[in-house]
């Protein structure tokens, strides 16, 4: 094997091996047949998924973003083994966006699986999607201190 070719196995394998040590991140979600891990209603509407990826790289799915909070804030996993939490972009059905980058809408114009009536979106989608829907705009630290304050 040629000293040339013999650098780009190895460029391969390094950049292989680099990809495998990245951050652990959303994992697709089997619409229909996964559970939600808080409340366990099978997860189906694309807009309003959510996902929480420990630091060991464990995924929990959840059927709404006001599931995830409400799992954040009581559920068995602690905020110190949080690695990122992700909620769909409610204008780009399936799309999981971090959870801290997102805004959130809390409205009644749309019907939400369990109800917390929580839509996410970009940060600079937030103002438009207000405009259009109505409801009270928050960031993710307020809407896990709502669920704080529920439980």
């Known amino acids: 094997m040629s000293r040339l070719r ?12 680099a ?23 099978t997860i189906v509407d694309q807009r309003f998924a959510a996902e929480l990826v420990t630091r060991t790289g464990k995924v929990y799915a959840f059927d709404d973003a006001g599931c995830l909070a409400a799992f954040a ?18 204008r780009q059905a399936g799309t999981l966006i971090p959870a801290q980058d997102a805004i959130f809408l809390r409205t009644d114009a749309v019907r939400t699986p369990m109800s917390s009536n929580l839509l996410a979106a970009p940060r600079a ?27």
Request: contains cysteine; proline residues 6%; negative net charge.
């Open 6 to 17: 013999l650098h780009h196995h190895a460029a391969a394998l390094l950049g292989a091996a």
């Open 19 to 41: 990809l495998a040590c990245g951050t652990p991140g959303p994992t697709p979600i089997a619409w229909g047949v996964a559970a939600c891990d808080h409340c366990h209603m």
């Open 73 to 90: 804030v009581s559920g068995p996993v602690g905020p110190e083994q949080v690695r990122s939490a992700w909620v769909t972009d409610f």
């Open 125 to 151: 989608a937030g103002d438009s999607l207000q405009a259009a829907l109505g409801g009270t705009l928050l960031d993710w630290s307020q809407v896990l201190a709502a669920a704080r304050d529920s439980a």
